[in-house]
């Protein structure tokens, strides 16, 4: 015997008909199948003295569907049952009577394939009731069984904890697939520069004619060529693999007792050319007494090489970079300033992520990959430094780190 009903809540996922669409990854099944408990029916003509034999023959039972001619039309809850019987003359008003007097006219009915978050959001926003009354599950047209707010808790739980455990295997495999992607760059990376390092070696010798004068003058300029672009590729494939490295943890980060004196003096000794052939001046405003910081020696000597090569390079001739180191409450900032193009608001939060370069014309101008950046930002977090970036569009930039002192 098939029981339909008037009006059965579809779901979403029902109507677009895609197959699985309840199921999880697992198949694993989060509609109400899994909750529903099927429960005989009762006519909506049997007297109610019969429906209270029926709960208590059954203490566990919290509902009885009630039919009229083969539909559900409604459903009778213990304690709505109980509650009646036991008003003065309640007995005596509704043992005779049919049950329809007793029952919920409108329960909730939903589909056996409803998902447990399509029937939560319905319970909340439109059958709140159905919380305490339940509600009737049909398989299509036809009654499958009765559902109740700790099938839902259970079910939702079930279902929560498998999303959590997907979650977790699909961490892990993002995972091992970064890191696969930093072993494959730290390899490429290492294979690349040797070949570059004889490229580099032989065309110095070529151009500087190590072993006697070109014939033809135009191969020396080749060589010198060969030997620019070579050293170029070495600085980005060694930024490639500081990346790898950092990213795959390989770049050994030591924090020690640290002088910044002379690692910033060598930062500005090494970029001292390239400034001078901007003719821009560099400027190093630090205190003399400086206490030692906190800090890995070789992360330090590449940000600020990272950080001075940045404010050189995105300066317009003739400006000032200025290194300002202060002392601030139990840390040191150091700040490397310039008057140069600045970066556009939009772009600051993006432009430390990998290969992010502002498109303008200095930039399309002056060679990087947009390595330099990230490699400050991942240094300055694995030596649990602070590292900010102020910057205002043609104005110019900031870029500073704040490190412990050392005790
Ligand atoms: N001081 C600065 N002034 C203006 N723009 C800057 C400054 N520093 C960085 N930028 C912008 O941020 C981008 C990313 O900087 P990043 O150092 O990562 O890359 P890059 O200098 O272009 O290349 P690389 O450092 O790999 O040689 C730059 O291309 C530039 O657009
Ligand atoms: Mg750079």
Known sequence: MTYSAAAVFQPESLNESIPGMTQDTNGQNFNLEAISRYVEPVPSHLPGSAVIDIFNQDPGLSAVPVIDHDEVVGLLTRKRVFLNFSRQFGHAVYARRPVSRLMITSPLVVDAMTPI??????????????????????QGNSYHGIGNSMGILRLGMAQAERKTQELAEAKEAAEHANAAKSRFLANMSHELRTPLNAIIGFSEMISTETFGPHVVSVYKEYAEDINTSGRLLLDIINDILDMSKIEAGHFKIEVQNLDMTPIIHNAVRLIMERASQKGISLIVDMPPDLAEVRADNRAMRQIFLNLLSNAVKFSNPGSAVTIKV???????????????????????????????????????????????????????????????????????????LTVDRAH
Not at 336 to 360: H, R, S, W, Y
């Open 326 to 400: 202060r002392q601030v409450a139990g840390k040191i900032r150091i700040s490397v300033c310039d008057q140069g193009i600045g970066i556009p608001a939009k772009m600051l939060a993006k432009i430390t992520e990998p290969f992010m370069q502002v498109e303008n014309e200095l930039t399309r101008k002056e060679q990087g990959t947009g390595l330099g950046q990230p490699i400050v930002v991942s240094l300055a977090e694995r030596m649990n430094a602070t590292f900010e970036l102020d910057s205002e569009f043609g104005v110019g930039t900031v870029a500073s």
């Open 117 to 138: 978050d399509e029937l939560s959001r319905k319970v909340l926003t439109e059958a709140p009731s159905a919380l305490e009354d339940g509600f009737i599950i049909m």
